[in-house]
């Protein structure tokens, strides 16, 4: 049995590789040995016994642990870049609006020329804002899927695992955390909007 992969690696039975070698003139020297123990509670006493030896032994469940270790850095990783991103989105997002308000100024003074309240400029304001995080969300879970199908493709190819795993839940979470960050982000230029004079609105250009 073999197969090949982009490490240049192949996998052979012990047999095959020996007739192999022989046939090639080629001295085997293993320097990989797998052991597996008929009880689990043998481990310790086998690794001591390997430790007598002169050689080097690790367990399956410590190699379990250093990766498990490496993925909840990289883990850790991902939540700070997350958390800056979203602090950056929200000043984007701010700055977006306060824009929007300095440009439709003069809209700002008719709708209020014509009884519009402040409640309702606040309300167009926080709406967009709103909208913003709505579309931001739904782009950002499609691109997640996507991004975890092809990771996931890749793995399955070079490691046969498949560990990104999108669920519905946090889905919904990341669109609910969007949508909530650029709410609170279209706050003040709402308020800032809604307390316009409208005579001096009317007036800018």
């Known amino acids: 049995m073999g197969s090949a992969a982009i490490f240049d690696t192949v996998y052979l039975n012990y047999d095959d590789l020996e007739t192999l070698a022989a046939d090639q003139d080629i001295d085997l020297k293993p320097n990989v040995v797998y052991?597996?123990?008929e009880d689990e509670s043998l481990t310790p006493?086998?690794?001591e016994s390997i430790a007598d030896m002169g050689y080097r032994g690790s367990a399956t469940e410590s190699l379990v642990k250093t990766f498990t270790e490496m993925i909840d850095i990289f883990t850790f990783v991902l939540i700070g870049v997350a958390?800056?991103?979203l602090l950056v989105s929200a000043i984007m997002i701010l700055t977006v609006l306060y824009i929007s308000v300095v440009e439709r100024t003069q809209e700002i003074g008719v709708i209020k020329a014509i009884g519009g309240r402040?409640?309702?400029i606040r309300r167009?304001?926080?709406s967009e804002s709103f909208l913003i995080g709505l579309f931001s969300g739904l782009l950002g879970g499609g691109l997640?899927?996507?991004f975890a199908a092809l990771a996931n493709q890749v793995l399955n190819q070079l490691f046969q695992v498949s560990m990104l795993d999108i669920t519905w839940q946090f889905l919904l979470i990341g669109l609910a955390i969007a949508v909530v960050i650029a709410t609170i982000s279209g706050l003040?230029?709402?308020n800032r909007a809604s307390?316009?004079?409208s005579v001096e609105a009317l007036r800018a250009e």
């Open 144 to 146: 997640a899927i996507a």
């Open 195 to 197: 307390k316009l004079d």
């Open 118 to 120: 402040r409640k309702d």
């Open 188 to 190: 003040l230029p709402a």
């Open 83 to 85: 958390g800056i991103s």
């Open 124 to 126: 167009i304001f926080i």
């Open 35 to 37: 052991l597996l123990a």
């Open 45 to 47: 006493q086998i690794k």
